[in-house]
């Protein structure tokens, strides 16, 4: 089953907007992690944000969690049609070290 | 480093046929894992090993399944016999995290189709 679960399953803006992602989980995580995954491609790690983190920037890229709410934010500030892609958010669960993805969100930058 | 090397990209079998699925994680990481991608059920943990050694087979579907480490820069991923069911993107991931690199870093995939 999924641990994850990303809101909305789709979205669509214009370039030059800010895009945000949702997630949210189930158990006590170790870390959660946000990936990218381009049409027909593997995925990609964006960046990573430990259990007793707030909130992480990593350039355009800006992650928050709230694990009291089990939840988790990806805002993608000033959209290119580049960031058009798939992005997953993934979990690693207290005392293991797999990643359990959740079923993504598609992304699409209107040029 | 070259990353995550899987192979073949692209692979079209008939129904009943042995199928191995290849790849080479990246020098040093310790950790390997299989994931398959489908549109129904998304991304799946097959199994994952830990310096060669398997840790959790859990996600495996069933017999027709298995996987094999025989060194830390090899493994393979078969499907035996192959059904339609089995059509799906294949992934293999490799992981360092005994260095604090705790992201994965993912192979380009490998397409099965199972006609």
């Known amino acids: 089953s999924q641990q994850g679960e990303e809101d909305p399953q789709a979205l669509s803006i214009q370039e030059g907007e800010n895009a945000t992602m949702n997630c949210s989980y189930k158990?006590?995580?170790?870390?959660l992690q946000w990936y990218r995954q381009n049409s027909g491609r593997g995925l990609v790690h964006l960046i990573l944000?430990?259990?007793?983190?707030r909130e992480k920037h990593s350039g355009r890229l800006r992650v928050t969690l709230d694990t009291s709410k089990k939840s988790s934010s990806l805002l993608i500030t000033a959209s290119r049609a580049a960031d058009t892609a798939s992005y997953f958010c993934a979990t690693v669960l207290q005392g293991a070290q797999k990643l359990v993805f959740g079923q993504g969100t598609r992304l699409t930058i209107n040029p | 480093d070259a990353g995550v090397i899987q192979s073949p990209r692209h692979e079209v079998t008939e129904m009943g046929q042995e199928v191995t699925l290849r790849c080479k994680p990246i020098s040093g990481h310790d950790y390997l894992f299989w994931y398959r991608q489908t549109m129904m059920r998304g991304l799946e943990l097959l199994i994952y090993f830990n310096n060669n050694v398997p840790i959790d087979d859990s996600g495996m579907p069933e017999d027709r399944f298995s996987a094999k480490m025989p060194n830390a820069s090899f493994s393979t991923l078969k499907i035996q016999p192959s059904e339609p069911r089995d059509s799906a993107v294949y992934f293999c991931?490799?992981?360092?995290?005994?260095?604090?690199?705790?992201?994965?870093?993912f192979g380009s995939g490998t397409r099965l189709t199972v006609v």
């Open positions: 944000i430990r259990s007793n983190e």
């Open positions: 158990t006590s995580i170790n870390n």
């Open positions: 991931a490799s992981s360092d995290p005994g260095q604090g690199n705790y992201g994965y870093t």
